[in-house]
T-cell receptor, first 117, second 115 residues
Framework: GAVVSQHPSRVICKSGTSVKIECRSL??????MFWYRQFPKQSLMLMAT???????TYEQGVEKDKFLINHASLTLSTLTVTSAHPEDSSFYIC????WGSGDQPQHFGDGTRLSIL | AQTVTQSQPEMSVQEAETVTLSCTYD???????LFWYKQPPSRQMILVIR??????QNATENRFSVNFQKAAKSFSLKISDSQLGDAAMYFC????????????FGTGTRLTIIP
């Protein structure tokens, strides 16, 4: 069964809308979760590292005010795309990993396809 | 910083034949892990195989095996008896056993299976 649940799988909304994407770790407590963005025919680009109980760490070039991340519990991280515009349309994927377990692969959600009209 | 390079944007193989996907990486660390992920059209990320850097023996998972050359920093994936369901994007990935444990992905190889 799924280890990480990501919801919703598909979102279509108007420009200016804020969109929240949820990522739930089902089988274990995840102190660290990751958010990726993937453009068509490209690799996954890490946006930010979400740490339970503390602020997320954003990668260079990612706007923290545009992409709000909250990791309030050990099983849930959320990504909110604020005031979304067409250029924010993309495929967003989350993953979870136990801290200090580099040998455990990151467990990925099924992704969210975001389309901004 | 680590880098992962996949020099083959696209590959194709006849069904039931064998294909090898290339991956090289660059790191100054000695303790790390390497992965191959498969992303089919559904866009799920599926772990295919994992290799610990401290293990000399190449990992094998059924029809999938790797050729891990630590000195050459090479980590190729061999798919034997290719099946139609193997068609996907394949990503090579690196993670350090120290530090913040971020996965570094290659640019991917699109594998087509010819019936």
């Amino acid at each position: 069964g799924a280890v990480v649940s990501q919801h919703p799988s598909r979102v279509i909304c108007k420009s200016g809308t804020s969109v929240k994407i949820e990522c739930r770790s089902l089988d274990f407590q995840a102190t660290t979760m990751f958010w990726y963005r993937q453009f068509p025919k490209q690799s996954l680009m890490l946006m930010a590292t979400s740490n339970e109980g503390s602020k997320a760490t954003y990668e260079q070039g990612v706007e923290k005010d545009k992409f709000l991340i909250n990791h309030a519990s050990l099983t849930l991280s959320t990504l909110t795309v604020t005031s979304a515009h067409p250029e924010d349309s993309s495929f967003y994927i989350c993953s979870s990993q136990r801290w200090g377990s580099g040998d455990q692969p990151q467990h990925f959600g099924d992704g969210t396809r975001l389309s901004i009209l | 910083a680590q880098t992962v390079t996949q020099s083959q944007p696209e590959m194709s193989v006849q069904e039931a034949e064998t294909v090898t996907l290339s991956c090289t990486y660059d790191t100054s660390e000695s303790d790390y892990y390497l992965f191959w992920y498969k992303q089919p059209p559904s866009r799920q990320m599926i772990l295919v195989i994992r290799q610990e850097a401290y293990k000399q023996q190449n990992a094998t998972e059924n029809r999938f095996s790797v050729n891990f050359q630590k000195a050459a920093k090479s980590f190729s994936l061999k798919i034997s008896d290719s099946q139609l369901g193997d068609a996907a994007m394949y990503f090579c990935a690196f993670i350090s056993n120290f530090g913040n444990e971020k996965l570094t992905f290659g640019t991917g190889t699109r594998l087509t299976i010819i019936p």
